[in-house]
């Protein structure tokens, strides 16, 4: 953990001295246009890469009953049996985060020394609040990017900010965003089991998504950015001609070097599983293996040695050996003679 808050601790403060000492293209323009092309080759190789994965077993995870006899109710949603199942557990996997809904965790009696299950829904209440902010978020942000701004922005936008406290605005997802990484960032510090498994790619984009997080709410509510200047400088990037950076404030570019940085690792992080929850065979697979047999279309083409042929290249052995045999020898001899045309001896009388 303290290696990974360094690192990013690091970033934030390279992004600031550097760009007061005259480097605001290379941390407003060069990084952010490297961190896309990186961004968006990284994914194409990643979903390629899963793509031409096979996929040897039906391994779909089951929440469940599976369909079997006509008075057994199946579970349709948790157990998808067919492709608009299986649509439909996306679905709710996606937007509502359905399996996490399920979570559970363990207690110990220590009197009794027994196992007590019970739900836990606090991660995904605040992993859910934690996507949709940062979707709000980032759809807000478009405005840096189109002129005139759309309706639909503006309307997110008074939404996001229904409540109107304080100038400017307070906007929910601002609270709700920094609710979520800290009960995210204390889940793994509390808990010693999680803390115990928990690596420094887990902490590392933590921390980056703290540090976007932390210098957009600074730049909106205490030390303020001239947004029509930020503007006409991301818009300039969007078209590659650049504009003067005058006027613009250092967490500026701070913000933008963790959006940056983020963006760099991203195809090659934990955080990728935005795209892989659509590749997973244990997600987009029916659960309908008592029905189908699930072949392998990566598998080579086997040559199988049927016992019948086995027993055509061995009769005469397994015979003297006394072994049974379907066909005897003589029903062989007189099959093989029919075939070739010579006349089959009667067989001697009893």
């Known amino acids: 953990m303290i290696v990974s808050f360094v690192a990013a601790l690091l970033i934030g403060l390279a992004a600031w001295t550097g760009s007061q000492a005259g480097l605001q293209y290379l941390f407003g323009m060069a990084l952010p246009l490297l961190?896309?092309?990186?961004?968006?080759?990284?994914m194409i190789w990643r979903v390629l890469y899963w793509a031409k994965s096979p996929v040897p077993f039906a391994i779909p995870t089951t929440g469940g009953q599976e369909r079997s006899l006509d008075w057994i109710k199946p579970a349709r949603l948790d157990t998808p049996m067919t492709k608009a199942g299986v649509v439909g557990r996306m679905l709710l996997e996606v937007l509502?985060?359905?399996?996490?809904?399920r979570n559970t965790t363990t207690r110990v009696d220590p009197q009794n020394m027994r196992i007590t299950y019970f739900s836990s829904k606090w991660l995904w209440l605040f992993a859910l609040l934690f996507h949709y902010c940062f979707l709000?978020?980032?759809?807000?942000?478009?405005?840096?990017?189109?002129?005139?701004v759309p309706v639909c922005l503006e309307w997110v936008e008074f939404f996001d900010g229904i409540l109107q406290v304080g100038v400017p605005t307070l906007f929910l997802s601002n609270v709700l965003i920094v609710c979520a990484l800290l009960f995210l960032f204390l889940r793994r510090i509390v808990n010693p089991k999680l803390r115990y498994i928990s690596m420094a790619n887990d902490y590392f984009p933590l921390f980056l998504i703290m540090g976007l997080v932390g210098t957009g709410i600074c730049m909106r509510y205490f030390d303020k950015l001239d947004v029509a200047q930020a503007k006409v400088f991301i818009m300039g990037i969007v078209h590659f001609s650049p504009q003067s950076v005058e006027g613009l404030n250092p967490l500026f570019f701070t913000h933008l070097t963790f959006l940056s940085v983020l963006l760099i690792i991203f195809p090659f992080s934990k955080l990728v599983h935005m795209g892989g929850v659509f590749l997973s065979p244990t997600r987009n697979l029916p659960c309908n293996t008592r029905q189908v047999r699930h072949v392998n279309p990566w598998n080579k083409p086997t040559v199988f040695h049927t016992y019948a042929e086995y027993e055509d290249d061995f009769r005469e052995p397994m015979a003297e050996a006394g072994l049974p045999l379907e066909i005897s020898l003589e029903e062989a001899q007189a099959h093989d003679n029919e075939k070739s045309g010579k006349p089959v001896e009667p067989a001697s009388a009893q």
């Open 96 to 101: 509502l985060f359905r399996s996490l809904f």
């Open 136 to 148: 709000v978020t980032f759809i807000r942000h478009f405005r840096f990017f189109l002129e005139p």
């Open 35 to 42: 961190a896309v092309v990186v961004f968006i080759g990284g």
